[in-house]
């Protein structure tokens, strides 16, 4: 006799999760040294698979991009970040401007800065994943 195979549970989401789900124009930052580059790889084909086309990837300017040649983003956009000690820093509010539109921003870096809380009140009400 066969056991009859249950139907997998559906998942439901909040709204927020659904909000950031559907995003249309989606950005994520990523700034770290080159064994980071490697180990956000994974997270990256994920969110391209998400957001197929749309994804947009803030970046360092010295970015070792062809790290990234397989995942299909919209565009990179690259900035200049610099340290004073343990702090990174970028022009917030001139990253925000360049965002617009951007309806999620999903922030991949694992250390804290005042650019990042800048960025967060550049953008406004724009959803926020990862601060």
Same mark, same amino acid.
């Given at each position: 006799? =066969? @056991?009859?195979? /249950?139907?997998?549970? *559906?998942?439901?989401?909040?709204? /927020?999760?659904?909000?950031? !789900?559907? &995003? /249309?124009?989606? &950005?994520?930052?990523? $700034?770290?040294?080159?064994?980071?580059?490697?180990?956000?790889?994974?997270?990256? *084909?994920?969110? +391209?698979?998400? $957001?197929?086309?749309?994804?947009?990837?803030?970046?360092?300017?010295? &970015?070792?991009?062809?790290?990234? @040649?397989?995942?299909?983003?919209? +565009?990179?956009?690259?900035?200049?970040?610099?340290?004073?000690?343990?702090?990174?820093?970028?022009?917030?509010?001139?990253? &925000? *401007?360049?965002?617009?539109?951007?309806?999620? !921003?999903?922030?991949?870096?694992?250390?804290? +800065?005042?650019?990042?809380? /800048? =960025?967060?009140?550049?953008?406004?009400?724009?959803?926020?994943?990862?601060?």
């Amino acid at each position: 006799m =066969l @056991n009859q195979v /249950e139907p997998a549970p *559906r998942i439901q989401f909040s709204r /927020e999760t659904r909000s950031c !789900l559907q &995003a /249309e124009h989606p &950005a994520a930052l990523f $700034y770290n040294g080159i064994g980071d580059h490697l180990l956000v790889l994974p997270t990256l *084909r994920a969110l +391209s698979s998400i $957001y197929p086309d749309r994804l947009r990837l803030v970046c360092d300017r010295s &970015a070792p991009l062809f790290l990234f @040649n397989e995942i299909g983003v919209q +565009s990179f956009l690259k900035i200049d970040f610099t340290r004073e000690g343990h702090t990174r820093l970028f022009d917030a509010f001139g990253l &925000a *401007r360049a965002l617009k539109p951007c309806d999620l !921003l999903i922030s991949l870096v694992p250390w804290k +800065s005042p650019s990042l809380n /800048e =960025l967060s009140t550049g953008l406004g009400s724009v959803p926020s994943v990862g601060f």
